[in-house]
């Protein structure tokens, strides 16, 4: 029943920017931490950012801070990424994630996939000329 769909990706110019948004619904209380986490054929999920519904608190990789930003909706059921200033290293399928109490997006481990209990399909974002 939970079910986490992202959408916005598409082909943008380098130096473009683009906002993903992640729809939730399904939970009986509000997850821990939503994330949003980007893959590259050969690879698995890199932690891009994420979001504490527990406490008020954001956290960035440090290749995306001061070009990404994360935020929600009032309602806590629409987690959006906004990204600028691409590059052709952010090419990838980008994913949402929930976890459900291992991470609270305090830290670096936070941003962990492993820490990460339900995933949408993902969405491409491919940056290119």
């Known amino acids: 029943q939970v079910q986490l769909v992202e959408s916005g990706g598409t082909l943008v110019q380098p130096g473009g920017s683009l906002t993903l948004s992640c729809s939730t619904s399904g939970f009986s209380v509000p997850s821990s931490a939503i994330g949003w986490f980007r893959k590259v054929p050969g690879k698995g999920r890199e932690g891009v950012s994420c979001l504490s519904n527990s406490f008020e608190r954001t956290f960035y990789a440090d290749f995306v801070k001061g070009r990404f930003t994360i935020s929600r909706d009032n309602a806590r059921k629409v987690v959006t990424l906004q990204m600028s200033r691409l590059t052709t290293d952010d090419t990838a399928t980008y994913y949402c994630?929930?976890?459900?109490?291992?991470?609270?997006?305090?830290?670096?481990?936070?941003?962990?996939?492993?820490?990460?209990?339900?995933w949408g399909q993902g969405t491409q974002v491919t940056v290119s000329s």
């Open positions: 994630g929930a976890s459900t109490g291992r991470a609270f997006c305090m830290t670096g481990p936070d941003l962990d996939e492993e820490q990460y209990d339900y």
